[in-house]
C-alpha cells in the first residue's frame, strides 16, 4: 500500500510561484513513476507532468512546459513540482499520482494506481 500527500498548495498572484510536494509512504518509492495532475471547476482532470522513478525522463502538458519542473529525492520519497510564471489558468485541484508500471510519458489517469488527496492553487490578484 501507498499512501500520498501533497502540501505547499495556497493562494498566489499571477507569475509568481509555487512548489508543491508529495511525499510517499513505504520503501519502494525509486520503482514508481511520479505524476501530477490537476482538476479546475467545471473542468476534466488533466495530466500535467510525470517523471521516471530514476528521475531522468520527464514528460509536460504544453500549457506548463517552461514553466514547471518536476523532480524528485528518492531519498527523501518525495517528488516536487516547481511552479514558475503563475497563471490565473493554473489554479486548480493538484494532486500525485503513483504509478508501478506507468512510464514517465503515460499521460491518463488510468495509467496510474495510487493518489494523493490534492492540494489547492489559486493564482489570482
Known amino acids: 500500500q501507498v499512501q500520498l500527500v501533497e502540501s505547499g498548495g495556497g493562494l498566489v498572484q499571477p507569475g509568481g510561484s509555487l512548489r508543491l510536494s508529495c511525499t510517499a509512504s513505504g520503501r519502494t518509492f525509486s520503482t514508481y513513476t511520479m505524476g501530477w495532475f490537476r482538476q479546475a471547476p467545471g473542468k476534466e482532470r488533466e495530466f500535467v507532468g510525470a517523471?521516471?522513478?530514476?528521475?531522468?525522463?520527464?514528460s509536460y502538458v504544453d500549457s506548463v512546459k517552461g514553466r514547471f519542473t518536476i523532480s524528485r529525492d528518492n531519498a527523501k520519497n518525495t517528488v516536487y513540482l516547481q511552479m514558475n510564471s503563475l497563471k490565473p489558468e493554473d489554479t486548480a485541484v493538484y494532486r500525485c499520482?503513483?504509478?508501478?508500471?506507468?512510464?514517465?510519458?503515460?499521460?491518463?489517469?488510468?495509467?496510474?494506481?495510487?493518489w494523493g488527496q490534492g492540494t489547492q492553487v489559486t493564482v489570482s490578484s
Open positions: 517523471i521516471s522513478g530514476g528521475g531522468v525522463g520527464t
Open positions: 499520482a503513483a504509478g508501478w508500471r506507468s512510464r514517465y510519458y503515460n499521460d491518463r489517469a488510468g495509467e496510474y494506481d495510487y
